[in-house]
């Protein structure tokens, strides 16, 4: 993965996807209903807030990603689906999301609790 220029912790990913839900819950809504404006708005209104704090979002399907550190380096994505209640998943970058793992309790202040990292 590219260069990050911030590691996200669960908790920080958590605050971030509870300002977001609202507007993304919107915009679920407005591909099911088929209106163009809305989706416009709110995927570029999201977007451009992905690249100001740095994660990742797939508007269309409501994935959102998080970069976060496992041994120190970028190798594992915090994982939120817009159904889902909190980010709860996790998986490794060159995974797909239906290769996520359900264990974000692995993950601390700087990424994953291990002895490489601390």
Not at 39 to 45: A, C, D, G, H, N
Not at 50 to 77: C, E, M
Request: glycine fraction near 8%; include cysteine.
């Amino acid at each position: 993965m590219g260069k990050h220029t911030h590691a996200f912790t669960v908790d920080e990913a958590n605050v971030i996807i509870t300002e977001i839900k609202p507007v993304l819950g919107g915009l679920m809504e407005a591909y099911k209903d088929g209106e163009l404006d809305i989706i416009r708005k709110q995927s570029r209104w999201l977007i451009k807030l992905s690249h100001r704090l740095g994660f990742s979002i797939n508007t269309r399907l409501g994935i959102v990603h998080f970069p976060t550190l496992y041994k120190g380096n970028y190798d594992a994505l915090l994982c939120y689906r817009f159904s889902e209640p909190r980010v709860m998943y996790w998986h490794w970058v060159d995974s797909a999301v239906r290769m996520r793992i359900r264990d974000v309790n692995l993950f601390g202040s700087k990424g994953i609790k291990n002895k490489e990292a601390d």
